[in-house]
């Protein structure tokens, strides 16, 4: 199985802030990379499928990049709505696997 | 609206047996590739299972591999996950989630989720 890992696992930002997270794949998945937002209580939130692109109806303010085997979402001015925990996952192999999570909260 | 809608979660004991259902409405379900995704309480996602758009092909995780069973009624636009030999392990909420891509060969994701449904396994 491919392992997914997030740095940071948690992170205190304020409004307005630049947030980056990073998830790196055990082996290189291409751009076979899809990220997600979850809020307590909530089913999880696609935001950006591909590596980089912008699944509709999601801020432009998230954004995300990377190929093979390192990845990045960031969040260019972090809006109160956007504090929540953060997913990556990859879809090359069966079975897909999820990171263990970024949490982000308000500083 | 695109919708997914699970139920059938509750309080089973350990060894014991339960059948989730996940209804779908807003897109033409017997198209689409569907997936089970489970969250053990204040953890991370974890992948379940999965069937393909006519129900021929499936797979599953290793941890339920033998004990849950991934089914679906493109009649009635519902997925099916049957759970036996339940598990305390098993304790999660339980989300479906319908799989999304450009082409078959290449990147899928998970889009739209059901709200979950909570399984909890204990005596």
């Known amino acids: 199985d491919i392992q997914m890992t997030q740095s940071p696992s948690s992170l205190s930002a304020s409004v307005g802030d630049r947030v980056t997270i990073t998830c790196r794949a055990s082996q290189s998945i291409s751009s076979y990379l899809n990220w997600y937002q979850q809020k307590p209580g909530k089913a999880p939130k696609l935001l950006i499928y591909a590596a980089s692109s912008l699944q509709s109806g999601v801020p432009s303010r998230f954004s995300g990049s990377g190929s093979g085997t390192d990845f990045t979402l960031t969040i260019s001015s972090l809006q109160p709505e956007d504090f929540a925990t953060y997913y990556c996952?990859?879809?090359?192999?069966?079975?897909?696997?999820f990171g263990p999570g970024t949490k982000v909260d308000i500083k | 609206e695109v919708q997914l809608v699970e139920s059938g979660g509750g309080l089973v004991q350990p060894g014991g047996s339960l059948r989730l259902s996940c209804a779908a409405s807003?897109?033409?379900?017997?198209?689409?590739?569907m997936h089970w995704v489970r969250q053990a309480p204040g953890k991370g996602l974890v992948w379940v299972s999965r069937?393909?758009?006519?129900?021929?092909?499936?797979s599953y995780a290793d941890s339920v591999k033998g004990r849950f069973t991934i089914s679906r009624d493109n009649a009635k636009n519902t997925l099916y996950l049957q759970m036996n030999s339940l598990r305390a392990e098993d304790t999660a909420v339980y989300y479906c989630a319908r799989e999304n891509y450009y082409d078959s060969s290449g990147p899928n994701w998970f889009d739209p989720w059901g709200q979950g449904t909570l399984v909890t396994v204990s005596s």
């Open positions: 069937i393909n758009s006519d129900g021929s092909s499936t």
């Open positions: 996952q990859q879809s090359y192999s069966t079975p897909p696997t």
């Open positions: 807003g897109f033409t379900f017997s198209s689409y590739w």
